[in-house]
């Protein structure tokens, strides 16, 4: 590091002047920065008012056109739709989660049962597991190749 004074010929508080460079006596103009938050503002506030309108209307004109029930059916409390409807909402009678468990319940239960399903044609029902171990031990039938289309 040099400790000498180095004289770049100009004058105390005066910036380095040159004709090829430039400064910006500023980077950001904060007035045009500010007029752009105002007018976003002024937009938002009044999409809010107009969408507040275009409620109110559609409302008004909803409750025009919707027609009273029946006569017969004054004074009666709401029906429940007809079936199917979705487990778990109110007036439903059975426990979705409950169906869940049951369903799978017999689902395993299907897996484990031994039995024939068609003795003569020596179709059987075996268990997952004991059908997964003879397929390791004995493999699986060879498949035909595809015939070919022509």
Same mark, same amino acid.
């Given at each position: 590091m040099s400790s000498e004074h180095h004289n770049t010929g100009h004058t105390g508080g005066q910036p380095p002047t040159h004709a090829d460079v430039s400064f910006e006596p500023k980077d950001v103009e904060t007035g045009t920065i500010l007029a752009y938050m105002f007018y976003l503002a002024v937009t938002v506030? @009044? @999409? !809010? #008012? #107009?969408?507040? *309108?275009? *409620?109110? !209307?559609?409302?008004? #004109? @909803?409750?025009q056109s919707d027609t009273a029930p029946p006569p017969v059916r004054q004074g009666v409390a709401p029906t429940m739709p007809p079936e199917p409807r979705l487990q778990g909402v109110p007036g439903h009678t059975t426990d979705p989660q409950l169906d869940l468990r049951n369903k799978r319940t017999e689902d395993e239960e299907a897996n484990e049962k031994l039995g024939w399903i068609d003795k003569q044609a020596g179709i059987a029902q075996i268990p997952v597991d004991e059908a997964m171990k003879m397929i390791v031990t004995k493999g699986l039938p060879p498949v035909p190749p595809a015939e070919k289309k022509k």
């Open positions: 506030i @009044a @999409a !809010l #008012i #107009i969408s507040v *309108f275009v *409620f109110r !209307l559609t409302t008004k #004109i @909803a409750v």
